[in-house]
T-cell receptor
Framework: DVKVTQSSRYLVKRTGEKVFLECVQDMDHENMFWYRQDPGLGLRLIYFSYDVKMKEKGDIPEGYSVSREKKERFSLILESASTNQTSMYLC??????????FGPGTRLLVL | GENVEQHPSTLSVQEGDSAVIKCTYSDSASNYFPWYKQELGKRPQLIIDIRSNVGEKKDQRIAVTLNKTAKHFSLHITETQPEDSAVYFC???????????FGQGTILTVHP
């Protein structure tokens, strides 16, 4: 069974704080993804990575950065959190069959 | 980039009825067409997918049909049950490192 875990289920941060969201997968997948999910907007891709230290911008990268130092771990960084970054953040890793396996999500509230 | 639209945004059916959700996309290079289901408070999970060399695929009560010429694909659920109530997302892709573009979602409610 593929297992994708995220470091926190709920987070409350203040405007301007630096926020780290971490995702770990145990299936040796090459590709990993960060999405944010907002009602009525579906899942929007923030960044993805296709190998260690390799990253590509998704559709909404502004205000975010990522880090992939090890294959199993993909981190999303909010350099200076803002209230419009309050959202559900979902990490996923992709198998060779194209299936994306999602983590449980982190609900972030920025005050 | 890919533009994806799903219709309807909400769908309410009686148990036992059929449900159909349609997804249109813009990128003619897309060659992989999955549907994900997200139950309340849970993570999205793949329920069925199809590739561009196939027109239809069935798995028990669910099926996906693809019209590549018209650039749309549809999810069909027959004999709906209350446990089918969820948000369904289409997510065409397959062109770049497995990147998918998700639709805005369809909330399906099955009334007992």
């Amino acid at each position: 069974d593929v297992k994708v875990t995220q470091s926190s289920r709920y987070l409350v941060k203040r405007t301007g704080e630096k926020v780290f969201l971490e995702c770990v997968q145990d299936m040796d997948h090459e590709n990993m993804f960060w999405y944010r999910q907002d009602p009525g907007l579906g899942l929007r891709l923030i960044y993805f990575s296709y190998d260690v230290k390799m990253k590509e911008k998704g559709d909404i990268p502004e205000g975010y950065s990522v880090s992939r130092e090890k294959k199993e771990r993909f981190s999303l960084i909010l350099e200076s959190a803002s209230t419009n970054q309050t959202s559900m953040y979902l990490c996923a890793s992709r198998s060779s069959s194209e299936t994306q396996y999602f983590g449980p999500g982190t609900r972030l509230l920025v005050l | 980039g890919e533009n994806v639209e799903q219709h309807p945004s909400t769908l309410s059916v009686q148990e036992g009825d059929s449900a159909v959700i349609k997804c249109t996309y813009s990128d003619s290079a897309s060659n992989y067409f999955p549907w994900y289901k997200q139950e309340l408070g849970k993570r999205p999970q793949l329920i069925i997918d199809i590739r561009s060399n196939v027109g239809e695929k069935k798995d028990q009560r669910i099926a996906v049909t693809l019209n590549k010429t018209a650039k749309h694909f549809s999810l069909h659920i027959t004999e709906t049950q209350p446990e089918d109530s969820a948000v369904y997302f289409c997510a065409p892709g397959g062109t770049s490192y497995g990147k998918l573009t998700f639709g805005q979602g369809t909330i399906l409610t099955v009334h007992p």
